[in-house]
């Protein structure tokens, strides 16, 4: 099926353990979004992409970094895990005249 | 900046009742809105949205939503509620910029639980 995929669906690390999180659209959208969602706070912007080869800040963008390799994947990387960065992210993406955003299924992560 | 309100947390129905969910944006322009649906362990999926013209849009699943430009308001409605209704429903409201692309801006949702 058409859609966004992240991998992986579920993380552990120690606090100052590195990871890349991966998302890739297979429906040729131009931007790319990363949230995180964490209970009573909705969906927060970390970085988003409005097309291939930019990235720009959004609320939250501390400790995280972003990598949009090509017009499909969009990757999130967290150098150093931080505790506080225990959340559930999902990646999104979306064509061309402000349509709709499609979510992947979400990363569960946990940092001990 | 823009804000979106989703001004209950949770919202406790039985099931055929009806139901309304509230939405409140704030900014100048008209914005684009939406309405999501989260199940439990799920990414968000779309019910509907509006951009412009008929204010009384239709989405799936049976949903409705009214954009009220003087009252900043998208609420969303659903005549009979059924149990596999109980979710977590979202309202975000965007603006388009010079480059085609747009950031929403999400509530807080409001989590449904459905009475049998």
């Known amino acids: 099926n058409a859609g966004v995929t992240q991998t992986p669906k579920f993380q552990v690390l120690k606090t100052g353990q590195s990871m890349t999180l991966q998302c890739a659209q297979d429906m040729n959208h131009n931007s790319m979004y990363w949230y995180r969602q964490d209970p009573g706070m909705g969906l927060r912007l970390i970085y988003y992409?409005?097309?291939?080869?930019?990235?720009d800040k959004g609320e939250v963008p501390n400790g995280y970094n972003v990598s949009r390799l090509n017009k499909r994947e969009f990757s999130l990387r967290l150098e150093s895990a931080a505790p506080s960065q225990t959340s559930v992210y999902f990646c999104?993406?979306?064509?061309?005249?402000?349509?709709?955003?499609?979510f992947g299924d979400g990363t569960r992560l946990s940092i001990l | 900046a823009q804000s979106v309100t989703q001004p209950d947390i949770h919202i406790t129905v039985s099931e055929g009742a009806s139901l309304e969910l509230r939405c409140n944006y704030s900014y100048g322009a008209t914005p684009y809105l939406f309405w999501y649906v989260q199940s439990p362990g799920q990414g968000l999926q779309l019910l509907l949205k509006y951009f412009s013209g008929d204010t009384l849009v239709q989405g799936i699943k049976g949903f409705e939503a009214e954009f009220k430009r003087s009252q900043s308001s998208f609420n969303l409605r659903k005549p009979s509620v059924h149990w596999s209704d109980a979710a977590e429903y979202f309202c975000?409201?965007?603006?388009?910029?010079?480059?085609?692309?747009?950031?929403?801006?999400f509530g807080r949702g409001t989590s449904l639980i459905v009475h049998p």
């Open positions: 992409s409005a097309s291939e080869g930019t990235t």
């Open positions: 975000a409201v965007a603006y388009g910029s010079s480059g085609g692309s747009y950031i929403p801006t």
């Open positions: 999104a993406s979306s064509g061309q005249n402000n349509q709709p955003q499609h």
